[in-house]
């Protein structure tokens, strides 16, 4: 459930012209929210990543929970992807400096997802939502 809640909120994050156009009065909270954009997008892409991680690790769910085990490698990947984009600066300034073949093959990677950032947006909502649903359904023993 954890997932999906912290995944809606980085979703909202990372697609603001959604919510503004939803919400007008909410321009004053994504503003307290930018300075901070980098280091979510950071944890955030650490977690997706540790997500994919422990869905590889638990291939055994397939079995027992497929539809958990493909939730949660879903709502991992668009959690890793999301925070990668949110926090590709701070990433680039203190993981890649030093090494310059890696920094070109992330400014690849975001060139690739960037454009997607607000369908990614509106997946992670979706899956987000999803994964609340599904860890209310489904629970592995």
């Given amino acids: 459930m954890i997932y999906g809640i ?4 980085l979703s909202i994050i990372a697609v603001p012209s959604l919510i503004l156009s939803r919400k ?5 909270l994504l503003e307290k929210v930018a300075p901070y954009q980098g280091w979510i997008g950071i944890i955030f892409c650490f977690w997706g990543i540790w997500g994919l991680v ?3 690790l638990n291939m055994g769910w397939l079995t027992s929970a497929p539809v958990w085990w493909v939730t949660l490698m879903a709502g991992s990947l668009v959690e890793a992807c999301l925070g990668f984009l949110l926090g ?3 990433i680039t300034k203190f993981f890649l400096s030093k090494n ?3 920094r070109e093959k992330a400014v690849q990677i975001r ?3 960037a454009p997607k950032q607000g369908q990614l947006g509106i997946l ?3 899956v987000g939502a999803w994964m609340i649903v599904a860890s209310l359904i489904f629970t592995i023993a």
């Fill in 24 to 28: 007008p009065n909410a321009k004053e």
């Fill in 100 to 102: 310059e073949k890696a």
């Fill in 6 to 9: 912290t995944l809606i909120l």
């Fill in 124 to 126: 992670g909502i979706i």
């Fill in 88 to 90: 590709f600066p701070l």
């Fill in 111 to 113: 060139a690739k997802i």
């Fill in 54 to 56: 422990t869905g590889v």
